[in-house]
């Protein structure tokens, strides 16, 4: 007989483990998206250009327009091997590898701004000491995103080596952070 007790007390706790399990997969999520860092902040309507630096090319997006009349235009400049690899600096010489076309507003284009801003990271790592800035890859980044506002305002994001295992980028705002 106790036996059978034991044997029943085990199966009441197992309904009561499944119903439980059960419970918690068919309740709603209470957020949805964890809290994300914000890197550079701002107004999609206000972002006017957006600007990629690297040893190996630059890439140029700029906003013309306002309202439903927005143009987009991009510019590409790749720089031969031997230049990108002596890291010659913007000023030199413009590379006869350049590219620039302009697309009509869409939609996705003004989507495009739309989703940078503002701009957001999956956490904030706060503002990490020179070890870690190197560990990280911004001691040494070349590449950089710039961010051009309405009003003359501009905002440089270092961009550093990617997140072991993620693919996400390291990045550091004009703060340091």
């Given at each position: 007989?106790?036996?059978?007790?034991?044997?029943?007390s085990?199966?009441?706790?197992?309904?009561?483990?499944?119903?439980?399990?059960?419970?918690?997969?068919r309740?709603?999520?209470?957020?949805?998206?964890?809290?994300?860092?914000?890197?550079?902040?701002?107004?999609?309507?206000?972002?006017?250009?957006?600007?990629?630096?690297?040893?190996?090319?630059?890439?140029?997006?700029v906003?013309?327009?306002t309202?439903a009349q927005?143009?987009?235009?991009?510019?590409?400049?790749?720089?031969?091997?031997?230049?990108?690899?002596?890291?010659?600096?913007?000023?030199?010489?413009?590379?006869e590898?350049?590219?620039?076309?302009?697309?009509?507003?869409?939609?996705?284009?003004?989507?495009?701004?739309?989703?940078?801003?503002?701009?957001e990271?999956?956490?904030?790592?706060?503002?990490?000491?020179?070890?870690?800035?190197s560990?990280?890859?911004?001691?040494?980044?070349?590449?950089?995103?710039t961010?051009?506002?309405?009003?003359?305002?501009?905002?440089?994001?270092?961009v550093?080596?990617s997140?072991?295992?993620?693919?996400?980028?390291?990045?550091?705002?004009?703060?340091?952070?």
């Amino acid at each position: 007989m106790i036996g059978d007790r034991g044997l029943i007390s085990h199966a009441a706790l197992a309904l009561v483990a499944a119903v439980a399990a059960y419970a918690a997969w068919r309740a709603p999520q209470a957020s949805g998206k964890p809290p994300r860092a914000v890197i550079v902040p701002g107004e999609a309507t206000l972002l006017q250009e957006i600007a990629l630096h690297e040893d190996a090319y630059d890439v140029t997006v700029v906003r013309r327009g306002t309202g439903a009349q927005q143009d987009v235009d991009v510019t590409v400049i790749k720089r031969p091997k031997a230049a990108a690899e002596e890291n010659v600096p913007q000023e030199a010489p413009v590379p006869e590898a350049m590219t620039s076309q302009a697309f009509p507003g869409s939609e996705q284009a003004r989507g495009l701004f739309e989703k940078l801003m503002p701009l957001e990271g999956n956490r904030a790592l706060g503002r990490p000491t020179d070890e870690e800035a190197s560990a990280f890859g911004l001691a040494r980044s070349s590449q950089k995103l710039t961010l051009t506002f309405a009003k003359d305002r501009r905002e440089v994001v270092a961009v550093g080596d990617s997140a072991y295992g993620a693919g996400d980028l390291y990045v550091r705002n004009g703060a340091g952070e």
